[in-house]
């Protein structure tokens, strides 16, 4: 499916990613890999653990899926999402747990593109919303997600924006 968004110059053809594709999946890496050496992702490489066992536990995983751009060259960007349930609507939602476009594409439509995509994957499985995380200083990102239709969670705005925790085990 070719998207064409006002913001981009050239096609962008957005897929719902074949993790037993043997050329994905190395798209799937290189992308991931990319996203892990920059800052916001870590700053280091995609560890060797992740490079042999991501995609398969991906393709194990109930409900996940990954969404890839590419150009007529190269792969451009991915969405990589896990279905989950929203107790409050007693119905599933999608969580987009990355989101990466190459340096070079930024700023094109990319990431709009897959977001539409995922949104539309999202409803065909009944879902009531999409959620992600994003660090607080990672600018570029908050406003391409503003642009199609995040903002921060919050109930009641008398009690304050939703922070993401966690705790390693």
């Known amino acids: ?12 053809r957005v897929v719902m990613a074949n993790y037993a594709d043997h050329r994905q999946a190395e798209d799937i890496l290189s992308l991931m890999d990319e996203y892990s050496r920059h800052p916001f992702g870590g700053g280091g490489p995609l560890p060797d653990k992740c490079r042999s066992e991501l995609v398969p536990k991906l ?76 660090l607080e200083k990672n600018l570029p990102a908050k406003d391409a997600y503003r642009k199609v239709g995040f903002k921060p969670y919050t109930l009641d705005e008398e009690f304050g924006l939703a922070e993401f925790w966690q705790r390693y085990l």
Do not use: W
């Open 59 to 134: 393709a194990d995983f109930p409900g996940a899926f990954t969404v890839l751009a590419y150009d007529d060259t190269q792969a451009l960007g991915l969405v990589n999402c896990l279905t989950g349930f929203s107790t409050f609507a007693c119905m599933p939602l999608i969580n987009i747990h990355d989101v990466i476009v190459r340096e070079g594409a930024r700023g094109q439509g990319v990431c709009a593109a897959m977001m539409e995509f995922v949104a539309r994957e999202a409803k065909k499985r009944g879902c009531c919303k999409l959620t992600m995380e994003v």
């Open 1 to 12: 499916m070719a998207l064409l968004t006002p913001e981009m110059s050239t096609d962008v």
